[in-house]
């Protein structure tokens, strides 16, 4: 049995983050990666030098293309730019009936390069977050969607609340961006309980990209037919791996190492 992932992204020159880094997590894996680019950066792990969005029209053909032949057993979305292309996308998810969908909900890069024009964060809310299965945003984006000012694990599972009542059925909280404390704690959100995925943070700038690996681990597991939850503590275990065996490259914020979690394990 081939498994089938499909990332609908933004390109990232640099290879650490974006369309890149979905398609190496679905092949470190086990699953066949497909793609649907939505905007191509120019990037590198110094910043992003130039965002060259394709027409929703483009972002749709490729889609079809997909659809058409391939299928996919899941579907994630990452930098998705402009109000057209979310609209474009929702209706692509409804009419091909893909429920595994992972929405990580991409804003701005850790540079600060803006990769979600300001006006489209209502259609993000409206059409494509009633669909997703799992959300996966960051303190800031959760903040952005919800217009909850998150300070404490409290004001967090309050977003969670929220970000589920607007239609997600699991929502993730990641916690990459709360710089207290010996742990990073993701907390995920079913519509009745909380759950809590906890590791040691490991002290480094080389962190590009670690957004999109997580939620294309989910998305490769949930290719695979496991539940949310069980995809969450792989995607965990496999983005803390990456970020553990750092490459050291570039000059910058330096990717994750992908390979790490077949290489090293946990
Ligand atoms: N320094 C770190 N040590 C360990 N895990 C981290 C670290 N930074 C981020 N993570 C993990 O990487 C994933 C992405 O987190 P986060 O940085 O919050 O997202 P984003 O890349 O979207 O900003 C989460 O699972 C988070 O717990
Ligand atoms: C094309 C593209 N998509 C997404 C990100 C966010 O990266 P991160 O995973 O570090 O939040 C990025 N920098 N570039």
């Not at 850790?110 to 059409?127: H, W």
């Not at 919800?146 to 059925?169: F, N, Q």
């Not at 040691?200 to 700038?205: E, G, S, V």
Request: glycine share 10%; proline share 3%; with cysteine.
């Amino acid at each position: 049995m081939v498994y089938k992932a499909l990332t609908i992204a933004g390109s990232d020159s640099g290879g650490g983050a974006g369309i890149q880094a979905d398609l190496k997590t679905f092949q470190e894996l086990g699953v066949f990666g497909m793609s649907a680019i939505t905007a191509v950066t120019a990037q590198n792990t110094l910043g992003v030098q130039g965002v060259f969005p394709l027409s929703a029209e483009a972002v749709a053909a490729q889609i079809e293309s997909v659809a058409a032949d391939l299928g996919a057993d899941a579907v994630k979305t990452g930098m998705l730019f402009s109000a057209d292309i979310i609209r474009t996308v929702a209706e692509q998810v409804k009419k091909h009936g893909w429920e595994r969908l992972v929405v990580d909900p991409v804003m701005i890069a850790k540079g600060g390069a803006p990769l979600l024009q300001e006006e489209a964060v209502a259609a993000l809310k409206e059409e494509l977050l009633p669909l997703a299965l799992v959300i996966t945003p960051n303190i800031p984006e959760a903040e952005a969607l919800t217009g909850i000012v998150i300070r404490t694990m409290d004001d967090r599972r309050e977003a969670a609340r929220r970000l589920h009542r607007m239609g997600a059925r699991y929502v993730v909280v990641k916690g990459g961006h709360d710089d207290d404390g010996e742990e990073t704690v993701d907390l995920l959100y079913n519509g009745s309980e909380f759950s809590y995925f906890k590791s040691k943070r490991i002290d480094t700038r080389h962190t590009h990209g670690t957004g999109c690996t997580f939620a294309a681990a989910i998305a490769a597991e949930l290719a695979k037919g496991r539940h949310p939850v069980d995809a969450v503590a792989t995607a965990k275990a496999f983005v803390q791996s990456a970020i553990a065996h750092p490459l050291g490259i570039g000059q910058g914020h330096g990717p994750t190492n992908h390979w790490a979690y077949r290489q090293y394990g946990e």
